[in-house]
């Protein structure tokens, strides 16, 4: 009887566990609205049309998701540091956001446009310390930028 009562309780506790919660993201990609991620659409919005403010809104998209990550892993989504960092290497990209950021956006990104490189060096290194299989590309690349 005993041994009856212990599958019963397995086979309902089974039942159960499975009627939880099962969308765990692994990632944030900063909020899903009508099943699009922000990063989707600030990054589809730069590359359709872009423009100076679409790259500010982009730095800033960055800066949220790679400072404040979310998700299971709690860690920025893959490739977001290496691409932040690609973004903020770009010599037009501290002229453009010094001229067209607004004060909101340069509050959020917390640094100035003068020390865009240097976070960008940091940047390439975050990539590279939670996605180890991303140093082949990255080392390279950050080498050409940095000579």
């Known amino acids: ?3 009856r009562q212990l599958a019963l309780l397995l086979t309902v506790g089974l039942l159960l ?3 939880g919660p099962t969308s765990y993201v692994l990632y944030d990609w ?6 699009v991620t922000q990063y989707e659409r600030v990054a589809y919005r730069t590359s359709a049309k872009q423009s100076p403010e ?10 949220q998701l790679v400072s404040h990550p979310g998700g299971w892993r709690n860690v920025p989504p893959p490739g977001i540091c290496a691409e932040y960092a690609w973004l903020l ?3 037009e990209t501290a002229v453009i956001f010094a001229e067209h950021a ?4 340069k509050t959020t990104l917390g640094y100035l ?6 976070r960008s060096r940091e940047l390439f290194q975050m990539e590279m310390h939670y996605y180890p299989e991303s140093i082949q590309f990255i080392q390279p690349l950050s080498a050409r930028i940095f000579q």
Do not use: K, W
């Open 102 to 105: 607004t004060s909101r956006q």
């Open 30 to 35: 900063g909020g899903v609205s009508d099943g």
């Open 17 to 19: 566990s499975a009627c």
């Open 113 to 118: 446009p003068a020390q865009f490189l240097e």
């Open 54 to 63: 679409s790259i500010c809104a982009m730095l800033v998209m960055y800066e």
């Open 1 to 3: 009887m005993r041994l």
């Open 89 to 91: 290497a770009q010599p």
